[in-house]
């Protein structure tokens, strides 16, 4: 299995920033294109960023220029820098994994963290 965890949330002023991370562990045998998803109150779960494993990004129209996602694959680590962050950027940031393991190594598997909460103050 794979374990996805975030760390960096929290309540920021409208304008500021903040820098998610998501580490992974477990018995990773590969990481493949790795995400950021967030869900607002009463809404849908929805992309925000993605990086592939070789540095290929694709962003939601919401968030090009603001937000910038990298990843550090030696260190098995997404990342997730939010600047001029806005009250509509609150929501749950959830971590996504499409990762194989040692136990099963030619099925890809969808992982997901437990989500932390960003909220922005207007």
């Known amino acids: 299995q794979v374990q996805l965890v975030e760390s960096g949330g929290g309540l920021v002023q409208s304008g500021g920033s903040l820098r998610l991370s998501c580490a992974a562990s477990?018995?990773?045998?590969?990481?493949?294109?790795m995400a950021w998803y967030r869900q607002a109150p009463g809404k849908q779960r929805r992309l925000v960023a993605a990086?592939?494993?070789?540095?290929?990004?694709n962003y939601a129209d919401s968030v090009k220029g603001r937000f910038t996602i990298s990843r550090d694959n030696a260190k098995n680590t997404l990342y997730l820098q939010m600047n001029s962050l806005k009250p509509e950027d609150t929501a749950v940031y959830y971590c996504?994994?499409?990762?194989?393991?040692?136990?099963?190594?030619?099925?890809?598997?969808?992982?997901w963290g437990q989500g932390t909460q960003v909220t922005v103050s207007s």
């Open positions: 996504n994994a499409a990762a194989t393991t040692r136990q099963a190594m030619g099925v890809i598997g969808d992982y």
């Open positions: 477990g018995s990773i045998f590969s990481i493949y294109t």
């Open positions: 990086i592939s494993s070789g540095g290929i990004t």
